[in-house]
């Protein structure tokens, strides 16, 4: 039973929120900010969130710090009593007591992990990681698809050999434009793909790389919400997306954003094999 509004996918599963990348379109740090009623956390001045496991949060390959992420054993009661969903608001936080649920979900699922968050990010402790890899593992019966801005992340892991390479799980870069880095892999070991969005330009003859690098599925979808610089693509985008996709025999799934851009009958809502429920 799908229970997202996001189409690609049958359901999302958040062990880790929050992200420090600051992208001005972000549909995710729209909506903690308007589920998080009355949260408030200071990553440099955490002291006010008590009975949680803070943890110090640092680039391992540069060193960089960044400030302190949170980790809850269980679910945050605010003081009237009330579950806090996002509880630290948009800052990094491993919610483990939310490793149970991919167990407990019977019916086969393509699962979209940590829509709330970039799992990869450089801030992300390698354990976070880890941990939700491990439940991946443990519950082979639903799909996983991760998206990050990292791709480099991938590689990284893929080379310390803590990247399982699995038939159901699916890793996906997330692109805007034809210089957004998205490449981690030339082999085929891993299921591959991206998600185009929002599409900021035209791609143009940049679909090349989609057939080299073994792509295997590309995602695509329109800018939502209401900013000031918001960016409605232009049909012609789209078109030559697809064509790009087409010559190298790599679906495509336009989001519902598209519509009033390429029109209904125009949509193509494609799944690679193995995507298929
Ligand atoms: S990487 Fe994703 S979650 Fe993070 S700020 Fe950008 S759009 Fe939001």
Redesign the pocket.
């Known amino acids: 039973m799908k229970e997202t509004k996001i189409e690609w996918c049958d359901s999302t599963w958040n062990p880790v929120t929050g992200?420090l990348?600051?992208?001005p379109?972000?549909?995710?740090?729209r909506m903690v900010t308007r589920f998080s009623g009355g949260a408030r956390f200071d990553r440099e001045n955490p002291e006010e969130m008590s009975g949680v496991y803070l943890r110090k949060l640092s680039d391992s390959d540069t060193g960089k710090s960044y400030g302190v992420g949170v980790e809850f054993t269980k679910p945050y009661i605010d003081e009237k009593g009330k579950k806090e969903a996002y509880p630290t608001r948009f800052n990094p936080t491993f919610h483990r007591y939310r490793l149970k649920q991919p167990k407990v979900w019977r019916e086969p699922k393509n699962i979209f992990v940590c829509s709330m968050?970039?799992l990869f990010g450089a801030w992300v402790p390698d354990e976070w990681i880890e941990e939700v890899f491990k439940v991946c593992e443990d519950a082979p019966q639903h799909n996983y698809l991760f998206l990050t801005?990292s791709p480099a992340r991938y590689l990284k892991l893929a080379k310390a050999e803590k990247l399982p390479q699995k038939e159901n799980m699916w890793y996906g870069t997330?692109i805007t434009n034809p210089d957004s880095p998205y490449i981690f892999s030339s082999t085929e070991k891993f299921n591959m793909f991206l998600s185009v969005e929002p599409i900021l330009e035209d791609m143009g003859v940049w679909g090349r790389s989609v057939g080299e690098k073994n792509m295997k599925w590309v995602i695509v979808g329109a800018e939502t919400g209401n900013r000031k610089d918001k960016v409605i693509p232009k049909k012609e985008w789209i078109d030559n997306l697809a064509k790009e996709c087409d010559k190298y025999g790599v679906p495509i799934f336009m989001k519902d954003s598209l519509i009033p851009i390429v029109g209904e009958e125009n949509m193509r809502r494609e799944f690679p094999r193995g995507l298929k429920l």
């Not at 379109?25 to 740090?29: G, K, L, T, V």
């Open positions: 992200c990348n600051d992208c379109y972000c549909y995710a740090r968050a970039d801005k997330t």
